[in-house]
């Protein structure tokens, strides 16, 4: 972990203890002031410098898009309000500074064939030799959750044993993101992956004492990057993969693993609107599935399949400028 190198660097790291005392996570805020900290020592600042025209001006000079800046800036703004009532610094230099305004985000949404095209490859990725093939296969079934079922990438990855009931084919998730907790039906392609991971593990294992559903060799659960990894792998051998694209104002993202929850969640939508049912009426038990916190986060996803089911990706981007 590199330290702060500006004259800030004492306040920093006291704004960042503060916040991890509040339960705070401070890994990306610490990246952003990074940034801030960074700019601090090329510009030789001191105490006098901090005045409104000088934020502005490192807004100008920061070489990157426009959410991205819009974070930083807000970062050092609350920073400053920590500042503040320490009383290091009369006002808030920042507290005026308008937001860039942010190019509009198309998710990158996988058709159902291509979602199949990709768990294939990651199929014919896991590892043949005895002392991989367990982990390998636990990586592929934990892909397999994130398509089939819309779950975050964190969420396959803490499930323990006991949160998989096989009788009844539902998943207990539990407090993962907004402190949420929601059980889940399983469809039966997960549900036969599962049954078939389980059975490799129970003959390769049969003292087996790891608690986790999704077993690691060396015990412990798998961690969101080698999944990443697996993810990517599959991606380029699939030839799904390609680059993010910023074409004027639009923002295509490329494909993650989050995309997979994206993708689960708009073609929900769509086969139930060629089944002829209402996506509207199903978006409560949707945003109940997927864990959602607030019901406008599931809706935008009405919008991302009534474009797709149209072909005009075009209505979106529309919306979210109207929104804007």
């Given at each position: 972990m590199k330290n702060f190198e500006?004259?800030?660097?004492p306040q920093l790291d006291a704004y960042l203890d503060y916040r991890q005392h509040q339960g705070y996570r401070t890994d990306i805020t610490r990246h952003r002031l990074r940034i801030f900290d960074q700019y601090l020592k090329k510009a030789n600042a001191d105490w006098d410098s901090l005045k409104p025209f000088f934020f502005l001006e490192m807004r100008a000079n920061?070489?990157?898009?426009?959410?991205?800046?819009?974070?930083i800036i807000s970062s050092v703004r609350v920073f400053?309000?920590?500042?503040?009532?320490?009383?290091?610094?009369?006002?808030?230099?920042?507290?005026?500074?308008?937001?860039?305004?942010?190019?509009?985000?198309?998710?990158?949404?996988?058709?159902p064939e291509q979602i199949e095209q990709?768990?294939?490859s990651a199929s014919n990725c896991i590892k043949k030799n005895r002392r991989y093939f367990l982990s390998s296969l636990g990586k592929y079934t934990a892909l397999v959750l994130l398509a089939r079922c819309g779950m975050r990438i964190t969420e396959p990855l803490g499930l323990m044993k006991q949160h998989y009931?096989?009788?009844?084919?539902?998943?207990?998730?539990?407090?993962?993101?907004?402190k949420k907790q929601r059980l889940i039906p399983v469809p039966k392609s997960a549900?036969?992956?599962?049954?078939?991971?389980?059975?490799?593990?129970?003959?390769?294992?049969?003292?087996?004492?790891?608690?986790?559903?999704?077993?690691?060799?060396?015990?412990?659960?798998?961690?969101?990057?080698?999944?990443?990894?697996?993810f990517r792998r599959a991606l380029k051998i699939s030839g799904l993969d390609q680059t993010r694209k910023v074409i004027g104002n639009l923002n295509?993202?490329?494909?993650?693993?989050?995309?997979?929850?994206?993708?689960?969640?708009?073609?929900?939508?769509?086969?139930?609107?060629?089944r002829g049912g209402s996506a509207q009426h199903a978006l409560p038990i949707l945003a109940a599935y997927m864990g959602h916190?607030?019901?406008?986060?599931?809706?935008?996803?009405?919008?991302?399949?009534?474009?797709?089911?149209?072909?005009?990706?075009?209505?979106?981007?529309l919306w979210q400028r109207r929104k804007e």
């Amino acid at each position: 972990m590199k330290n702060f190198e500006s004259f800030l660097a004492p306040q920093l790291d006291a704004y960042l203890d503060y916040r991890q005392h509040q339960g705070y996570r401070t890994d990306i805020t610490r990246h952003r002031l990074r940034i801030f900290d960074q700019y601090l020592k090329k510009a030789n600042a001191d105490w006098d410098s901090l005045k409104p025209f000088f934020f502005l001006e490192m807004r100008a000079n920061l070489k990157q898009e426009s959410r991205s800046i819009n974070r930083i800036i807000s970062s050092v703004r609350v920073f400053f309000q920590f500042l503040l009532r320490r009383e290091y610094v009369t006002e808030n230099p920042l507290q005026d500074i308008p937001a860039l305004k942010e190019n509009s985000i198309i998710p990158y949404v996988f058709s159902p064939e291509q979602i199949e095209q990709l768990l294939l490859s990651a199929s014919n990725c896991i590892k043949k030799n005895r002392r991989y093939f367990l982990s390998s296969l636990g990586k592929y079934t934990a892909l397999v959750l994130l398509a089939r079922c819309g779950m975050r990438i964190t969420e396959p990855l803490g499930l323990m044993k006991q949160h998989y009931r096989k009788d009844d084919g539902t998943i207990y998730i539990e407090k993962t993101k907004f402190k949420k907790q929601r059980l889940i039906p399983v469809p039966k392609s997960a549900m036969t992956d599962m049954e078939n991971y389980l059975s490799v593990r129970k003959a390769l294992l049969p003292d087996d004492h790891n608690p986790y559903l999704l077993a690691a060799e060396n015990g412990k659960p798998f961690t969101d990057q080698q999944i990443r990894f697996t993810f990517r792998r599959a991606l380029k051998i699939s030839g799904l993969d390609q680059t993010r694209k910023v074409i004027g104002n639009l923002n295509v993202r490329q494909p993650t693993p989050h995309a997979l929850r994206h993708s689960f969640a708009v073609n929900t939508l769509i086969k139930i609107k060629e089944r002829g049912g209402s996506a509207q009426h199903a978006l409560p038990i949707l945003a109940a599935y997927m864990g959602h916190s607030e019901y406008k986060h599931t809706s935008v996803y009405l919008k991302v399949a009534d474009a797709i089911s149209r072909n005009r990706l075009v209505d979106f981007v529309l919306w979210q400028r109207r929104k804007e």
